[in-house]
């Protein structure tokens, strides 16, 4: 989109990818605990394409939209980190659930019940999934496996993002450990696999993926939960 003077529209440019930062907020905010706000994250999200609207050359070879939704998903990362917007305890909280996963298929030889789950916890099957609704959403690449914690140890986000190229989802594009992650989610019980499937293959929201399952949107964040914490045991090796 360009002005008469052959400019680049910027505003006309902000309007067309604004449901680009939507659905981008949209999306990582199903990963996130409920005191984290969408507002929040669409508002640093249009920052980000604003700074991707300046930085953009058409010589560097990629996509606009390829250039502008690693922008955009950097500076929502950017300030996820800066904010520290995972509490201690539901840090916490996820790795004894992820590690109850582990022993139990270490025990069991095979995915763990809910139930199960529940009791190696030593709660209640309704208190367990009170927990994993507050946790919301178990990350499978935590923040703070990408970032580094000394002055020698140079992470992920401080080696990629700041070159405007990568995401987090980088970490995950290795040929072999995209297999092991397959073969991860292959073992996961049917439902959770079509949570997985309907979410990252097909893009869908929390509220779209409930509306085929027919439960409740809280019970399919129950569901991704679970299902990462599953997937960060399978993976711990990795």
Not at 131 to 146: A, I, P
Not at 157 to 179: C, S, T, V
């Amino acid at each position: 989109m360009y002005t008469a003077k052959g400019q680049l529209d910027r505003d006309a440019m902000l309007r067309q990818y604004v449901p680009l930062v939507r659905r981008l907020a949209h999306h990582m905010i199903a990963k996130l605990p409920p005191n984290v706000e969408i507002d929040d994250l669409i508002q640093v999200g249009m920052i980000g394409l604003s700074e991707a609207l300046s930085r953009y050359e058409s010589s560097q070879g990629v996509q606009f939209e390829t250039f502008a939704t690693q922008r955009i998903r950097g500076a929502m990362i950017d300030e996820l980190r800066e904010g520290d917007w995972m509490s201690r305890g539901s840090r916490k909280s996820q790795k004894e659930i992820e590690h109850a996963v582990h022993r139990l298929e270490q025990r069991l030889g095979r995915s763990p019940l809910e139930s199960e789950i529940a009791g190696e916890l030593g709660l209640s099957l309704s208190e367990y999934q009170s927990l994993l609704g507050k946790v919301r959403g178990t990350q499978l690449v935590y923040l703070e496996d990408m970032v580094h914690h000394n002055d020698d140890d140079e992470g992920f986000l401080d080696r990629h993002m700041g070159a405007g190229h990568a995401d987090p989802m980088e970490m995950l594009r290795d040929q072999r450990l995209r297999q092991a992650l397959v073969n991860a989610i292959k073992g996961l019980p049917e439902r959770e696999q079509y949570i997985m499937g309907m979410y990252y293959e097909h893009d869908m929201n929390l509220k779209e993926i409930a509306a085929v399952l027919g439960v409740t949107e809280s019970r399919v964040c129950q569901l991704h939960s679970q299902s990462i914490a599953r997937l960060r045991a399978k993976m711990r090796s990795h």
